[in-house]
């Protein structure tokens, strides 16, 4: 059995990913927040798009779920606590919940902070986690109604998943979050490569995503805080970089 995971690119820095099964060409996808150009590639590949995964309620990461489940009776998880602002749910999911989709079986992990209601998707099996809004490659989600202590917790849960977990989040930030990091460690070598790195993709119009979770947690200042003082004076000062 091989899982395929490819990124669909969509509005100005969203993804939503994409993984279906080769042999089988069963498909899901995580935060389709828009319709008409991911569906266009789900035709293109003939996929039989049976399940959607929504990481929170804001509209770039639902906007397109109404028109799948319409178009293909698909089933949709999105977060308990967001039930009241995700109708078109058929599975409302709530922490440390499994999901089994075939050809992925994922455990809910709560994150609130970027909404009180975000959630990760991750599969110990595949090693992968989808982390929306909460984590981004070196950088984290904004507290749009969260606290830093809630958001810090929810970053202290990814941080204790294996080192060769690769993390899908929902949004192309990694260069500028790279420019703040390399502001707070202007000298770290590591931090200037990938940042290399991640200017030479971006250059070519390729993703720098996934990333590996060791990486973020050498790199990414927002898991390299050691306590939640440290955690809010980067989250405020990246509010205003
Ligand atoms: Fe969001």
Redesign the pocket.
């Known amino acids: 059995m091989s899982v395929t995971i490819e990124p669909i690119p969509f509005f100005e820095t969203n993804y939503t990913w994409l993984l279906y099964e080769e042999e089988t060409k069963n498909a899901l996808l995580v935060d389709p927040g828009d319709f008409t150009p991911i569906d266009s590639i789900i035709k293109d590949k003939h996929l039989n798009l049976q399940s959607l995964l929504i990481t929170?309620h804001?509209s770039?990461?639902t906007g397109g779920l109404r028109q799948f489940k319409e178009t293909y009776s698909c089933q949709v998880f999105a977060p308990m606590k967001e039930r009241d602002r995700i109708s078109e749910a058929t599975h409302y999911v709530q922490d440390m919940e499994q999901i089994s989709i075939g050809f992925a079986q994922f455990i809910v992990i709560n994150t609130p902070g970027?909404t009180l209601g975000s959630i990760c998707y991750y599969d110990a099996n595949l090693k992968i986690l989808f982390t929306g809004?909460t984590l981004f490659s070196l950088g984290c989600?904004r507290l749009f109604e969260g606290s830093p202590d809630q958001m810090f917790q929810s970053l202290q849960r990814i941080k204790s998943l294996p080192d060769d977990t690769l993390v899908y989040p929902a949004h192309e930030y990694t260069e500028d979050n790279g420019r703040f990091a390399l502001s707070l460690a202007p000298n770290n070598l590591a931090l200037q490569k990938r940042f290399e790195q991640v200017k030479q993709l971006r250059d070519a119009h390729k993703p720098t995503l996934p990333v590996l979770l060791e990486t973020e947690k050498k790199l990414n200042p927002f898991l390299l805080a050691a306590i939640v003082e440290e955690f809010t004076r980067y989250r405020k000062a990246k509010d205003q970089f």
């Open positions: 929170h804001h770039d990461h970027h809004d989600g």
